[in-house]
C-alpha cells in the first residue's frame, strides 16, 4: 500500500511539474574546454532535477550538466539525446569530440542536435559512485579486476573481494547509492526533453547498456517516444533478471575467431600472417598456446612490465570492440610471439595507466559499472558454491570472454545498496513510434540474436542488421548504414524487416568512417580519421573506445 501511494503521489507531482512545450527552460552557453573537449560547435547548460523521484516532498535536488553538438544543417529538426553504455561511461567528454562527433552527425542526417549528460553515478557527474577514497584501496582494485582464469584460486578471491566492495560501497555511498539507477536515469532523460522545450517527444540513441536504459526508457514512457535507436543490443532481460548477461557473449568466439581469418585474407596488412603460410586455425591456436604459456611462465620487460595472461587477454577483449585496431593487436602478438619484445616498452606505456590519476580515471567506470548495474539487477546470492554454476555458464558461453566480468558478478551477487526505484515491468512494449534495432554479424560484446529477441517484443520495430565486426554500428563503417539512419531519423523511414548493410571497410583495409561520410555527403564534409593503429589504454571494465 505504502507503494502504490507514493506512486500515486510522484504520479501527481509529474503533473504539477509538467509544462507547455515551444519554449525551453535550458539557458545554453560556452563549454569548459577541460571538462567537455570539442572539435564541433557545441554549447552547455544545467538542469536542475529530483535527487530521489519518489519523494514528492524533498527539496533535495541533482543537477544534470548538459552539452549539446549543433546541427550544422539549420534550421535543427531538434535534438537526439545519446548514451553510449557501460553503465558507468561518461558522454559529455566523448560526444563532441572528432571522429565520433562527425560520424553521428552523419547517422542523423547532419539536421540535429546532439545532446547529452553524465548520468548519476557515473564519474563526470555530480553524484559519482565513488567507494574508494585512498591510494592503497585505488591500486588493489586496479589490480583485482583481472580474467578469473589468470590463476587457479583467482575466482575465490573475486568472490571474497565482491564482497568487500559491495561493503565499502554501502558505507562510502549511504546517502546517495540508492537514488543511482537506470530508472532514475530513465526519468532525468525525460525531464531533460521537457526542459528542451520542443515537442515534448523523446529522440533517442542508445549504445552497449544504452540499449537496455532505451529499453527502460520505453516501457516507462512508450507514448513519449517519437524516434528511438537502439545499437549493439545489450539484453534487458538478463541485465535485471539473471545472475549475469550471459547472453551477451553469444558471439565472442567467433567474433575472435574472425581476427585470424580476416588476417590470411589480407597477409599483407597483418603482422600474424605475413610471410608465411600459416592457416586462421593456426594463427588462432598459436594465440590460445601463448594464453596458456605466459599464464604459468610470465614475460618481464624491461624493469616495468609484466605480459602474463591478464595483460595479453586484456588487450585481446579490449580489440575485440573495433576491428580498426585489429591490424595493431595483431602487431603486437606477433612482437611476443617472435620474441621482439624491444618492441613493447614503448606500446605498453601508451596501454597502461602510468600514475595514480590514471588509475583513478580507470577504477572510476568500473565503481560506476558495478554501482549502477549491481543496484539494477535483482538477483542476490549468499554462498559462493550458490554463484559457481553462473560462473560455469559464463565459461561455456565463451572462451574468450566468459572470465571477464566475473567480478562485477561477485560484487553484484552480494551488493547491498538497494536502489529507490528498479524497473521491474515487462518489455512487451508499443511505443508511439516504432524503434529502430541494430546488431552487428560479428559483434562480441552484444550478439545479433539480442537485438532479435528485444525486438520480437516491440510492437512495430525493425532489426537492421550491419554485416561487419565490433561493438555497434560504429565500429563498422557503412554507407547503408548512415543513409538507413538518416532516413529514420529524418524522414521516419524504417528499413525493410530483414535488411542487411554490408560492409564498406573490409578488415585490415585501412578504411575509415571519414572516406564513408564522404562518399555519402560529399568530399571535405568528413576530415578526422580514427587512427586504426590506436589501440584503446588498458585496465577498463572491458573499456574500448566505444563503452560497453
Known amino acids: 500500500m505504502s507503494f502504490l501511494r507514493r506512486t500515486l503521489q510522484f504520479s501527481f507531482l509529474t503533473l504539477s511539474l509538467a509544462q507547455g512545450y515551444g519554449t525551453s527552460k535550458l539557458q545554453w552557453g560556452p563549454c569548459d574546454e577541460t571538462e567537455v573537449p570539442s572539435d564541433f ?26 552539452v549539446k553538438v549543433l546541427a550544422p544543417v539549420k534550421p535543427s529538426k531538434g535534438s537526439i539525446l ?9 558522454a559529455r567528454d566523448v560526444i563532441g569530440v572528432n571522429p565520433i562527433a562527425e560520424e553521428l552527425l552523419a547517422f542523423t542526417g547532419r539536421q540535429f542536435d546532439l545532446v547529452t549528460f553524465d548520468p548519476r553515478g557515473t564519474s563526470g557527474s555530480r553524484i559519482p559512485m565513488s567507494c574508494i577514497d585512498n591510494l592503497f584501496d585505488a591500486w588493489s582494485f586496479y589490480l583485482y579486476r583481472t580474467p578469473t582464469n589468470s590463476s587457479e584460486v583467482d575466482l575465490g578471491d573475486k568472490w571474497a573481494r565482491g564482497a568487500m566492495l559491495a561493503e565499502a560501497c554501502l558505507k562510502t555511498q ?15 532523460m525525460m525531464s531533460v526533453v521537457d526542459a528542451l522545450g520542443e515537442d515534448g517527444m523523446l529522440r533517442y540513441w542508445g549504445f552497449s547498456y544504452g540499449t ?52 590470411v585474407e589480407a597477409r599483407e596488412n597483418c603482422a600474424l600472417a605475413k610471410g608465411n603460410n600459416k592457416t586462421a586455425a593456426e ?13 604459468y611462465q610470465p614475460i618481464p620487460i624491461d624493469s616495468t612490465y609484466i605480459i602474463n595472461y591478464s595483460t595479453v587477454k586484456g588487450l585481446i577483449v579490449q580489440c575485440l570492440y573495433d576491428s580498426a585496431s585489429w591490424p595493431a593487436l595483431t602487431a603486437i602478438l606477433n612482437y611476443i610471439l617472435t ?12 596501454l597502461t595507466p602510468t600514475n595514480i590519476t590514471d588509475v583513478y580515471d580507470v577504477i572510476s567506470e568500473s565503481l560506476a559499472l558495478g554501482g549502477i548495474h549491481c543496484s539494477d539487477n535483482m538477483i542476490r546470492t549468499e554462498k559462493f558454491e550458490d554463484f559457481l554454476p553462473a560462473v560455469q555458464q559464463m565459461y561455456d558461453t565463451s572462451k574468450i570472454l566468459g572470465d571477464g566480468l566475473v567480478f562485477l558478478y561477485a560484487a553484484c551477487a552480494q551488493w547491498k545498496i538497494e536502489p529507490k526505484e528498479r524497473y521491474t515491468g515487462d518489455f512487451n512494449v508499443k511505443t508511439k513510434n516504432p524503434v529502430l534495432f541494430i546488431g552487428n554479424s560479428h559483434d562480441a560484446l552484444t550478439p545479433l540474436v539480442s537485438a532479435k529477441n528485444v525486438s520480437a517484443t516491440f510492437e512495430g520495430s525493425v532489426v537492421l542488421e550491419v554485416d561487419g565486426y565490433g561493438h555497434s554500428s560504429l565500429a563498422a563503417p557503412s554507407a547503408c548504414t548512415i543513409r538507413t539512419t538518416s532516413a529514420y531519423w529524418v524522414n521516419g523511414t524504417l528499413p525493410p524487416d530483414g535488411k542487411v548493410c554490408e560492409l564498406d571497410a573490409p578488415l585490415y583495409s585501412g ?38
Open 41 to 66: 560547435p557545441v554549447q552547455c547548460s544545467t538542469l536542475v532535477v529530483p535527487l530521489d523521484y519518489t519523494e514528492p516532498n524533498s527539496n533535495d535536488t541533482l543537477i544534470l550538466d548538459l
Open 212 to 263: 537496455t536504459l532505451g529499453a527502460t526508457i520505453a516501457a516507462m514512457f512508450p507514448d513519449r517516444v517519437e524516434k528511438m535507436i537502439l545499437d549493439g543490443v545489450q539484453n534487458p532481460h538478463e541485465y535485471y533478471h539473471a545472475q549475469a548477461d550471459f547472453q551477451e557473449w553469444t558471439d565472442s568466439d567467433k567474433t575472435f575467431s574472425s581476427i585470424f581469418t580476416g588476417c
Open 283 to 295: 594463427l588462432e591456436q598459436a594465440v590460445w598456446d601463448l594464453l596458456d604459456t605466459v599464464k
Open 174 to 188: 549511504n546517502k546517495t547509492g540508492s537514488v543511482i539507477s537506470s530508472a532514475f536515469v530513465a526519468r532525468d
Open 511 to 548: 578504411i575509415t568512417w571519414a572516406e564513408i561520410i564522404n562518399e555519402v555527403y560529399g568530399n571535405g564534409t568528413a576530415t578526422a580519421k580514427r587512427d586504426v593503429s590506436t589501440l584503446p589504454r588498458l585496465g577498463g571494465p572491458l573499456k574500448s573506445p566505444f563503452h560497453y
Open 339 to 350: 620474441g621482439q619484445l624491444d618492441a613493447l616498452p614503448s606500446i605498453l606505456r601508451i
Open 82 to 90: 545519446f548514451n553510449f553504455g557501460g553503465p558507468g561511461g561518461t
